[in-house]
């Protein structure tokens, strides 16, 4: 079996493990394990996963940061890539460790804290402990419990009542090593009452190896929160993302989530969404843009449990070459989830014969006073809108060009800030020039 081996390791350096993180972590490890042992990674005898057969990542020789060493790089050296003329304050994740000498950042707010989540647990263990391992439910996500058993470290954004950081929040996530890794992230994201965030996370691998990358968000929005979570991947074609968010929010709360991968090896995002107040709002979207072999899997699950609530999910992929693209979405209404306005669109557009889009759209609703809708629609470019270009003195791959840059647009429009927006809209153009071939040199932002 795939699973023995970190079974072994696990039970193996459980002290280690131990000793090189925190209390507040290490509690949940062992209730991982043993789920972890009954169901395992995922594979593609499962429904969810039918595409995508997860457990085949893990089966190689991978290594481990067990005693949690700290990789001897200065982010600030080693990588130059940021988003320009985007006023952030700037954190990094080293593999799956928070580096904690970063650059002096504008001060954060009274009361706000942003960094590793080990001493956000020691310095404030009640709120962590009220949230770390219980959104990111891992009963049927043998993923998640392997997360669980393995992470060290990770980061925290803790907001307080009341409290709005004006200036976006950027975790630049930089994938470093001299063999192939297996890199085990934690974030956790908590807004109180009344609280606003936006946070824009940055994958990029730096070293030209292996990686297979777990990653847990849990995201706890209190009401009338507003937490805007934006991810941006630009991986190598040697690596295996597999993130995982799960949201909780309350009554007058609003969460935006947008994933954004231009450039990746094989990607499953797994998003969870569950809204446990009245008048909550989520705004869920999507854009991968594949080509060659890569892998792109968005599986997103809304749970409407309350009424007069509101969500709108938009999941776009647009695949060449032999790429293939997987997007299942559910939502389930409730049955006292009664004015519950829900919708789901999935567009998929392929630029070759020989990519391959896979799409299932669901609805579940117990509610019988409701307005929802999904749409899903697989295609390929607008013959009709290429003559009209192209008789308008426009050439063939430029007049392609635009309609795929067009194509893409409602999704960046998701975004609420400006100039994340119009640099989203400069890469996307650049990747589909072919001028994003991978982001080791940095050359994305170049």
């Keep these: 079996m795939i699973e023995q081996q970190y079974k072994d390791l696990f039970q193996q350096f459980r002290s280690e493990l131990d000793a090189n993180s925190v209390e507040g972590m290490n509690r949940h490890r062992d209730a991982a394990f043993d789920r972890f042992q009954q169901i395992g990674f995922p594979t593609s005898r499962e429904e969810d996963y039918k595409h995508s057969n997860l457990a085949r990542a893990f089966d190689a020789d991978l290594g ?41 950042n504008d001060p954060l707010p009274e009361g706000v804290y942003v960094g590793s989540m080990q001493r956000f647990s020691e310095d404030h263990p009640e709120i962590f402990n009220a949230h770390y391992g219980r959104i990111a439910d891992y009963a049927d996500n043998g993923v998640v419990a392997y997360n669980t058993m393995f992470a060290q470290d ?18 630049i996530n930089i994938l470093r090593g001299g063999v192939d890794l297996n890199v085990n992230r934690r974030l956790l994201i908590i807004a109180e009452e009344n609280a606003h965030v936006k946070l824009l996370v940055c994958d990029h691998a730096v070293d030209d190896v ?21 991810e941006l991947e630009e991986n190598s074609l040697k690596v295996t993302r597999l993130n995982n968010l799960f949201s909780e929010q309350m009554e007058h709360s609003h969460v935006v989530t947008s994933g954004i ?29 594949c ?72 609805l579940e609703i117990y ?22 270009m192209r008789a308008r003195g426009i050439d063939k791959d430029e007049a392609k060009l635009l309609l795929m840059v067009a194509f893409t647009h409602d999704v960046v429009d998701l975004v609420r800030i400006d100039t994340l927006q119009e640099r989203l809209t400069m890469l996307i153009e650049k990747r589909f020039r072919g001028e994003l071939m991978r982001c ?3 050359n994305v932002c170049k």
Excluded: W
Excluded at 302 to 330: Q, R
């Design 64 to 104: 481990l940061n067990l005693r949690n060493i700290p990789i001897p790089v200065n982010p600030y050296d080693a990588f130059k890539c940021d988003v320009p003329n985007l006023s952030t304050h700037l954190y990094f994740l080293i593999n799956d460790r928070y580096y904690d000498k970063p650059m002096v």
């Design 154 to 171: 990770g980061f925290v954004v803790y907001v307080p009542k009341n409290v709005t950081v004006e200036k976006p929040l950027q975790l």
């Design 210 to 230: 292996h990686f297979v990358v777990t990653q847990v968000t849990e995201v706890s929005a209190a009401a009338h929160a507003q937490v805007d979570i934006y």
């Design 261 to 289: 991968t231009l450039h990746n090896g094989y990607t499953r995002n797994n998003y969870r969404f569950r809204i446990l107040g009245e008048h909550a709002h989520v705004n869920a979207g999507g854009l991968a843009i």
């Design 291 to 362: 080509d060659r072999q890569q892998h792109i899997d968005n599986f997103a699950f809304l749970d409407h449990a309350l009424p007069n609530c509101t969500s709108n999910e938009l999941f776009k992929t647009v695949l060449d070459d032999s790429a293939t693209g997987v997007f299942c979405g559910k939502i389930l209404v409730e049955k006292d989830a009664q004015k519950t306005q829900a919708y789901q669109n999935n567009r998929n557009l392929l630029a070759s014969a020989t990519a391959h889009m896979f799409s299932k759209p669901q």
């Design 367 to 388: 509610a019988d006073d409701v307005k929802c809708s999904h749409g899903l629609t697989t295609g390929q470019l607008d013959e009709d809108a290429l003559f009209y």
């Design 440 to 442: 080791g040199n940095c």
